[in-house]
């Protein structure tokens, strides 16, 4: 158990449709990641948050955005969904931008 | 900006044999190289990671790797393999010369099977 946490685990929604997917990171972890893994495009890095700002952004759709709360929880937010966006999403945290990045065990997203 | 290439999207060796799992990468920067490995319906979990110190990098469940400039590759290898080692393997570097440990630029995987 890294200490990462994502919730839901699973999600099934229609095409159109909008979600959010969260994740808490580990206890005192200052930085968040989120990544899309899908067998087409493999693991890719969406975006970063440090402490509540937006440190970096990766190839994150427009229709995606995400925050990060005063608690350090974050949230990524997923409109307007299309088939080609049902993957694997992953959370990962680190003390630090410094240092290691510890994965959540993702949020595997259905779109039908 | 970082690429890495992972030679072998299928590995598979035998109970107790060698393993090897290559990665070569591309950076602009001084890379920092990581190995993570992924078991079915879990996350990521590091193995290792090499940040400009020591050239061979032990990690977890006796992986290690060694970080070679000339050849711009980070190997994983392991003596003897078990069923447990059964996995996809990540190499990753991270972006921005490792002002950013957790933003990183993945291989496209390796699937390393055991046999008995």
């Known amino acids: 158990d890294s200490g990462v946490t994502q919730t839901p685990k699973h999600l099934i929604t229609a095409t159109g449709q909008r979600v959010t997917l969260r994740c808490s990171p580990r206890?005192?972890?200052?930085?968040v990641y989120w990544y899309q893994q899908s067998l087409d495009q493999g693991l890719q890095f969406l975006i970063q948050?440090?402490?509540?700002?937006?440190?970096a952004k990766g190839n994150i759709l427009e229709r995606f955005s995400a925050q990060q709360f005063p608690d350090l929880h974050s949230e990524l937010n997923l409109s307007s969904l299309e088939l080609g966006d049902s993957a694997l999403y992953f959370c990962?945290?680190?003390?630090?931008?410094?240092?290691?990045?510890?994965f959540g065990q993702g949020t595997r997203l259905t779109v039908v | 900006a970082q690429s890495v290439t992972q030679l072998g999207s299928h590995v598979s060796v035998s109970e107790g044999a060698l393993v090897l799992l290559r990665c070569n990468y591309s950076s602009s920067v001084p890379p920092y190289l990581f190995w993570y490995v992924q078991y079915p319906n879990q996350g990521l979990q590091l193995l290792l990671k090499?940040?400009?110190?020591?050239?061979l990098v032990k990690g977890i469940n006796g992986f290690e790797a060694e970080f070679k400039k000339s050849e711009t590759s980070f190997h994983l290898t392991k003596p003897s393999a078990h069923m447990s080692d059964a996995a996809e393997y990540f190499c990753?570097?991270?972006?921005?010369?490792?002002?950013?440990?957790?933003?990183?630029?993945f291989g496209q995987g390796t699937i390393l099977t055991v046999h008995p």
């Open positions: 948050y440090y402490n509540g700002e937006e440190r």
């Open positions: 990962a945290s680190s003390v630090l931008a410094q240092t290691e990045a510890f």
């Open positions: 990753a570097v991270s972006d921005a010369g490792g002002t950013s440990y957790g933003k990183l630029t």
């Open positions: 206890s005192g972890d200052l930085s």
């Open positions: 090499y940040t400009s110190a020591a050239t």
